[in-house]
């Protein structure tokens, strides 16, 4: 089994109080926000059954997702739209939603340890290839991007744009999906640049 704190402690020894763990998701939706958390766990915390918020069900992601809020010394979560995604790109958009979710935090981090990214500060920071199945900080962070952007999904988005599933399928290239966006053109924050290809296939539908 994986120590998801080995980082941790290598950094705590070294006197590195407060280390946030950075993550994002919904970099491959066709719909909404890319979604980033900045997570400051306390030193020496053990959160039992946190790992990469892919490999957990909802019901546990949720469950964790109340303890980390509970337990973490600071969260921030940070947002880039389907306009900036469209404008910078979907690479550069989940850099600039991890950056706010960092700015957002109100106690300052001594490092960054991040899901296979930089981010656009000056801390010192760890990447690290599958960090939310490497480290308990990212993994909790990915837990709370991962719940948040879900419950905008279940919630405001799907209240704002009802026919299109948003709900079920969290902005994703499902078939249902798929099929609403051709039926009903795109909403404000489908993101554009994901949609050629669509479009493609609209032309040879009509």
């Not at 705590?12 to 979604?35: H, K, N, T």
């Not at 790992?51 to 337990?71: G, P, T, V």
């Amino acid at each position: 089994m994986t120590d998801l704190l080995k980082h941790e402690k290598e950094y705590w020894e070294q006197s590195y109080r407060y280390i946030a763990g950075i993550d994002e998701v919904g970099r491959g939706c066709l719909f909404g926000d890319v979604v980033a958390a900045a997570v400051i766990l306390p030193a020496g915390l053990v959160l039992e059954g946190v790992d990469d918020s892919k490999k957990l069900s909802e019901k546990k992601r949720e469950a964790l997702y109340e303890q980390i809020l509970d337990q973490a010394v600071d969260v921030s979560v940070g947002y880039a739209d389907a306009e900036t995604i469209d404008r910078i790109n979907i690479k550069q958009a989940a850099r600039l939603a991890m950056k706010r979710a960092v700015l957002g935090l109100s106690v300052a981090p001594d490092v960054l340890f991040i899901d296979a990214e930089k981010v656009d500060v000056d801390l010192p920071q760890l990447s690290m290839i599958k960090g939310d199945a490497s480290s308990q900080s990212i993994a909790a962070a990915s837990i709370v991007a991962k719940v948040t952007r879900d419950l905008l999904c279940k919630g405001e988005w799907e209240a704002k744009y009802p026919e299109y599933g948003i709900a079920i399928h969290k902005g994703y290239a499902t078939k249902l999906h798929r099929e609403q966006i051709l039926a009903l053109g795109p909403t404000p924050m489908h993101r554009r640049s994901f949609l050629k290809n669509l479009e493609v296939v609209q032309e040879t539908l009509f």
